[in-house]
């Protein structure tokens, strides 16, 4: 990248950010008329109009809009840089985001980031609380859980897998008395089932195990079906079918008394836990002790 071009993003942001030339001028000590060259110029060497101009305002372009996000990713990566080669950042600082699918992260992370935000004072963390697939560089994330492995990760990206979440079947007391216990995948599969629904409308298949120990998916038709983990939970405490749900998600429940494992033999481990983040930041301060955190999640 020639210098020039990285002096005409700096007042393109700046512009972008305090809604004039005028303001950006006063942000980056220069001329009001030294930021409209600046950013003409920007235009003329990519072709594209990237503000509309007012005699009060400015707005972004379709076009200014993405260059903009690509400018902010730019500017991070060049801050990002600089803090891993300067010695003396060796506490972690700055702004951390890191992406888990939502209640995985409401029950498993958030009580690890209560005593990370107060061990690490100087960071700023986004924590995004979402059951659906993360870009991590599309959206600036700096580390991400996913439950369901790596496969075909790109090299940019780095993996450690967690362990295997353990899959079980369960129902409620009250439903097993009015409605009995199944004692095989048979008589299972004549119970209603209550079914995790994805966010582009297709259920989640239930997981068995073959008789020569080998894991099978199968479709399920469905009594109800739930595009949220807890209410998924709340409607088998509530007695209205079985599930199969994740160990960590219904060990309280089970723990009192309020739902219990059924057929144990035919389900094997389940979805494969693993953490990703970009390769890049991988030794950053910040991310280096939030992979260390996140190891409390391993399952031994």
């Known amino acids: 990248m020639h210098d020039h071009r990285l002096k005409d993003i700096l007042p393109f942001v700046a512009s972008v950010e305090c809604g004039s030339f005028t303001a950006a001028a006063q942000r980056l000590h220069v001329t009001g008329s030294a930021i409209s060259k600046s950013v003409s110029r920007l235009e003329t ?148 089932a209550i079914l995790y629904e994805r966010v582009d409308g297709s259920t989640k298949p239930w997981l068995f195990t073959t008789e020569d120990g080998q894991p099978h998916w199968r479709e399920m038709p469905y009594r109800l079906a739930l595009g949220d983990v807890d209410a998924q939970l709340q409607a088998v405490l509530a007695g209205l079918g079985v599930a199969q749900m994740p160990s960590w998600l219904i060990q309280r429940a089970v723990e009192a008394g309020d739902l219990e494992i059924l057929l144990p033999h035919l389900q094997p481990d389940g979805l494969t836990l693993s953490v990703v983040w970009p390769r890049r930041k991988q030794f950053l301060p910040k991310v280096d002790a939030l992979l260390s955190a996140l190891n409390e999640l391993a399952i031994r």
């Open 45 to 192: 060497r990519l072709s594209s109009k990237l503000l509309e101009r007012t005699t009060r305002s400015l707005s972004l372009t379709d076009a200014g809009s993405a260059y903009y996000q690509t400018c902010l990713r730019i500017l991070e990566d060049l801050a990002e840089a600089e803090a891993v080669l300067a010695a003396q950042r060796t506490i972690p600082s700055g702004r951390l985001k890191l992406a888990v699918p939502t209640t995985y992260g409401r029950l498993n992370v958030m009580p690890l980031l209560v005593p990370f935000c107060q061990q690490h004072p100087e960071l700023a963390i986004s924590l995004s609380l979402s059951d659906r697939f993360v870009d991590l560089f599309e959206e600036g994330v700096d580390v991400a859980v996913r439950i369901g492995g790596a496969p075909d990760l790109p090299a940019s990206l780095g993996w450690r897998n967690m362990g295997r979440e353990q899959m079980q079947f369960c129902a409620s007391p009250a439903y097993l008395a009015r409605s009995g216990r199944p004692q095989s995948e048979a008589e299972l599969l004549k119970h209603p």
